[in-house]
Nanobody, 117 residues
């Protein structure tokens, strides 16, 4: 059974930092592209950042320079370090593991991030 479990969300003041984690089980994590998405109320889910098996990363323009995605294949865990948080970063953040060639696409349950003073 495949599971992706996010943790690390919460309430933080503008300018603060949070680190999200995504623990995977039931898959060969190292061969999956890992991504973080977010969905704010009334908006579509959007890609925040992604990291492929070779370590190359991709970020949305809205978080570039503030967020850092990383992975530890030995621990089957992905991370999203979020710095200089803004109120517009408020959303539910979802972890995704994808192996496009075989059609695998797995999601975590989401973790709430709220940036407010």
């Amino acid at each position: 059974q495949v599971q992706l479990v996010e943790s690390g969300g919460g309430l933080v003041q503008p300018g603060g930092s949070l680190r999200l984690s995504c623990a995977a089980s039931g898959i060969m994590f190292s061969i999956y592209t890992m991504g973080w998405y977010r969905q704010a109320p009334g908006k579509q889910r959007e890609l925040v950042a992604a990291i492929i098996t070779g370590g190359m990363t991709n970020y949305s323009d809205s978080v570039k320079g503030r967020f850092t995605i990383s992975r530890d294949n030995g621990k089957k865990t992905g991370y999203l370090q979020m710095n200089s948080l803004k109120p517009e970063d408020t959303a539910v953040y979802y972890c995704n593991a994808r192996w496009r060639e075989v059609g695998d696409d797995y999601w975590g349950q989401g973790t709430q991030v709220t940036v407010s003073s």
